[in-house]
Each structure stands twice: as C-alpha cells, then as structure tokens.
C-alpha cells in the first residue's frame, strides 16, 4: 500500500511539473516576439494562442481524418511529410558551414578512405564521428553531392513521422495516431530544417525508435509472456537503439534512467512482488549489456581506423560554456579556446572545463537564477532554428531571395506550430492526470530530463528539437477523450 502511494505521488509530482514548465515555455514563446530583424507585433503572441486554441478544438470535433481508409491514409501521409521537405530542399540550396561543414567535409573525406580527416577538435567531442561515418557509408555508395545527405534528411522525416504515427496509435488511438503523424509531417521548422546537413535528422529517428520501443515493452510484456521470442528482444533493441542514437548525440543516454525509474516503479509483472522486481532488475541489466556491448563492438573498426574511442563521452565542456554569465551560456571562441591549449586532450581538456564551471558556480551562484532564465528563454523561446540555419549559408537564387523577403511569414508559422504543440501538451497533462496514464510517464520524464540537463549545459534553440516529436505525441494523448476512449 506504501509502495502505491509512493508511486502515486511521484506520478502527482511528474505531472504538475510538467503543467509548470509547460506553461513557462508557453508564456515565453507568446512574449518572445524575435529578433530584431523579424521582430512581430506585440498582439501575435495572442494571435498564436487563438489560433492554437480553434486548431485543438477542430482536432477534437472533427473526425473526417479517421474516416478514410488506413492504406489511403498511409499514402497520403508519406506524401504529405515528402512534398514540402522536397520542395524546400529543391528551392533552398543551403551551404553547410561551421559544425556542418566539418561533418560534410569529414563524410567526403571518410568515404574516400581517410577516416583520419576529421578536424583535430573531434577528439575532444568523440560523437561527432559518428554522423560523419553514417555521411561516409552514404557518399561512397551515392557520391558526395550536398543533394545526398539532403535526401537521406527527407527519407529520415518519412520515418520519423511513420514512428510517430505509430507510437499514437499504440498509446492512444487511431485518431491521436493520426493527427500526431501529420502534425510531425506539417513541422514547419523540421520541414526547413531539411536542407542542413545535420545530425539532429538521424538522432531524432534513434531516439524516437528506442523510446517507442521503451513503451512498447511497458504496455504489452507481461510476466506470462516475457520469453526470450518477445520481450528479450525488445530489450535488447532498446539497447541497441539506444546506443546508435548516443554514437550521434549523447543526450540519448537520458533513456537508460527513465527506463529503469519506470520499470522499478510502474511497470507489473503479474508476479508475486519478488519475482516481479526480479524481473525489472533484469529487463535493466539487460538493455544496458545491449547499450554498453553495442558501443564497444562498434568502438574497435572505428577507433582502429580514427584513433579515437568513440565511447568516451563527458559534458565537462559543454558545463563550461553553459555557466559562462558572459556569453548567457551559448558557445564562444573565449571558452574554446581551451581545446586547442590542452593540446586537443580529451581527458585535459574536460576535466579542466569542469574546474572553469564549477569555480564560475561556487563564485557567482547570485548570478546563476539570471543565467537560467536567460538559457530558458533562449533553448525554449522560439522555432527559429530551421529557417535561421537553412537561409544562412544559402545560395542567391530568385526563390531564396523571397524567402529571405519575408522572414516573419516563416518565423510567425513556426512560432504558431510550437504554440499548438505545447498548448496540446498542457491539454494531455490534465487528461494523463485525470485517468491515471503512468505509461504515459515515460514521455513526460524524457521532456523534463532533457530541459533540466539543459539547465546547466550549452544551449541553443535547435537543441530542443528532439523535444518536439515527443511532445506531439504526448500531446495528442487528449483526443482519447474525443473519441470517446
């Protein structure tokens, strides 16, 4: 009985958390009217709001979209997720640079036998590899054209909003399944973000998949059929999945401790209460044999062929540039600096950037509460991300030059699609509370890891982007309620 009240208020606590922090997003995009160059009106932030409210309370009366056939459906969904990304990418002929550019040029480098052609800061961020070995395996089957890493983006965004459509009917129901897909298919931001040869494409499908899997074994593996043909298996394609998306970004790692959190807490057996946590220590033993057994088999072709052990992973510099008050916790050349005077030291070089952050805390902590909210506001306060990094290095072409016209056009529907989205997810935080869904736990703890990791680490806008897909399906949990569930 303790055990159960314990859990219970746990759940409590979960989700008016969330409702807070929703709502704190919420209240920052509506007040976030953009930079000075697409700077909106003051009313917009209302505007997004109405128009987020009738689109929410169109989706729950109207249900002509469940009406038509599921094969249809499915067609017509491919091509809505297909059509926009190929036109953007056709019309858009972004350049990649920076970051972007060091990946692309590695990709070509990799796939042409060097694949020691990294540039010397990647011994420090070792993940970084692994984007550019995906980009190399691409190049050397279908060359290195830009247009091939722009396809392989558009061909990962038809999965990525089939996963979603999956997960929604899986958790909630067809209807939620349905309108979560298209939401994903309609992402304006994502849409933009197509054309950039970015590794956050690949990540969000990993990550996606492992964590659909993680409630696939929640809802349907019991005690009776937990057998190594059924359950192991999912197991251990959470770990393996999960180990793929931490050798592109290592914010995947967040799904082991939500996974076990739940299991120990939530997840029934139908067992006597021994056998049932027996059986939840090995459902986590086992995906972490997965996780850790995958990134060190993958780590001995990479590393004999780089020289760099791509399982070592460490936030120590990112938490140096997350607590620097001057730069608002946002990369600069000040704090790089340190790479290159540790001599690219991957041990050096972390270890002396958590000396620098932990000294910036202890030595400033009145300056911490700013620092936050100024973070905040900068990680969750607009989806300006796609347009900003596709028309940035683009080519000048008649059609780039309109778009690059009328910058508040896209600016304003993206803002009002992360509107919609969160207002959704405050909509399911009350329907989650009110019928009891702890499965539906697991995305709430991804959503509120993922923004306190971000607390403290380097920030930028595009980084709550693997945030979105798993909001949008959190947040079409409601529409249960319309369908009469």
């Known amino acids: ?52 409210a009738a689109s929410i309370f169109l989706c729950c009366k109207l249900n002509l979209i469940t009406k038509i056939n599921t094969g249809l459906f499915i067609i017509l969904l491919v091509l809505a997720a297909l059509a926009p990304r190929l036109i953007w990418v056709y019309f858009v002929d972004t350049q990649p640079f ?37 980009l190399a395996g691409l190049y050397s089957v279908f060359g290195s054209g830009l247009m091939v890493a722009k396809m392989f983006n558009a061909v990962l965004s038809i999965i990525l909003v089939m996963l979603i459509y999956a997960g929604g009917r899986m958790l909630y129901s067809e209807k939620a399944g349905r309108i979560a897909a298209l939401m994903t298919a309609f992402w304006p931001a994502q849409i933009m973000y197509t054309s950039v040869i970015a590794s956050e494409h690949l990540f969000m499908v990993l990550f996606t998949g492992s964590l659909l899997l993680i409630l696939r074994f929640i809802k349907r593996y019991t005690y ?19 180990a793929a998306a931490q050798l ?28 049932s946590t027996g059986l939840g220590i090995k459902s986590i033993v086992l995906v972490l044999i997965c996780y850790f057994g995958a990134l060190n088999i993958v780590n001995i072709p990479v590393q004999m062929a780089t020289g760099v052990d ?7 510099f990112n938490l140096m540039i997350g607590t620097n008050t001057k ?47 100024n973070k905040f506001e900068i990680l969750w306060g607009n989806e300006n ?38 207002l959704m997810a405050l909509c399911s935080c009350f329907y989650t509370l009110r019928e009891k869904r702890y499965d539906a ?19 930028q806008a595009r980084y709550h982007m693997p945030v979105i897909p798993v909001l949008i399906l959190f947040g079409s949990g409601f529409l249960n309620e319309a369908e009469g569930h």
């Open 327 to 373: 730069y608002n916790g946002v990369f600069n050349k000040e704090d790089f600096g340190i790479i290159e005077k540790n001599a690219y030291d991957f041990d050096k070089v972390h270890k002396e950037a958590k000396q620098i952050a932990f000294t910036r805390l202890r030595s400033s902590p009145g300056q911490l509460r700013n620092l936050i909210k």
């Open 1 to 52: 009985m303790n055990k159960l009240k314990f859990k219970d208020i746990i759940f409590y606590l979960i989700i008016c958390g969330a409702v807070a922090l929703l709502a704190l997003i919420l209240v920052c995009v509506v007040r976030n009217l953009g930079p000075s160059a697409v700077k909106m009106p003051s009313y917009m932030g209302y505007i997004y709001l109405i128009l987020s």
């Open 385 to 422: 991300y796609g347009y900003y990094w596709s028309t940035v290095a683009a080519h000048s072409s008649e059609a780039e030059a309109v778009i690059k016209s009328h910058p508040r056009a896209f600016y304003g529907l993206a803002q009002f699609f992360y509107v919609l989205v969160i």
């Open 224 to 242: 009776k059929n937990y057998e190594i043909g059924s359950g192991n298996l999912i197991l251990a394609g959470i770990g393996l999945l999960t």
């Open 98 to 134: 920076s970051d972007f550019l060091h990946i692309h040029n590695y990709g070509v480098s990799a796939s042409q036998g060097n694949f020691k052609g990294f540039v010397n800061f990647y011994a420090v961020f070792p993940f970084k590899i692994g984007f550019g070995m995906v």
């Open 248 to 275: 592109v970004r290592p914010m995947a790692m967040l799904l082991l401790p939500v996974f076990a959190v739940f299991v120990l807490l939530y997840k029934k057996y139908r067992a006597k209460a021994i056998n």
């Open 310 to 316: 791509i399982t070592k992973s460490d936030g120590g």
């Open 441 to 459: 736990l697991v995305l709430l703890m991804v959503f509120g890891g993922i923004l306190v990791s971000y607390t403290l680490l380097e920030v």
